[in-house]
C-alpha cells in the first residue's frame, strides 16, 4: 500500500494526539491502547498495541508511538 490508512498527528499540550483514518478525525489518543480502538472501529478488530507499533499502515507524525508529550 502506497499510502498510510491512518495518520496520528504530533502530541497537543495535554498530550493528546488527533487521529485521521481514511481520511476521516475519529478524535484524540492519549496512548497506543486508543489508537488500537480506533483501528478496530475502523474495521481492523484484530490490531493490538503490537500492530499499531509495526504497522506500515500507520503514518505517524512528530514523533512514533512512544512520543505523547511535546
Known amino acids: 500500500m502506497s499510502q498510510s490508512r491512518a495518520v496520528v498527528y504530533p502530541p497537543d499540550e ?7 483514518i481514511d481520511g476521516t478525525l475519529l ?5 497506543v491502547q486508543d489508537i488500537v480502538r480506533f ?3 475502523a474495521g481492523l478488530q484484530d490490531y493490538d498495541e503490537m500492530d499499531v507499533v509495526r504497522s506500515p499502515l500507520i503514518e505517524w ?10
Open 39 to 41: 483501528m478496530q472501529e
Open 61 to 70: 507524525q512528530g514523533g512514533g508511538p512512544d512520543a505523547w508529550t511535546m
Open 27 to 31: 478524535g484524540r489518543a492519549f496512548s
Open 14 to 20: 495535554e498530550g493528546g494526539r488527533r487521529v485521521r
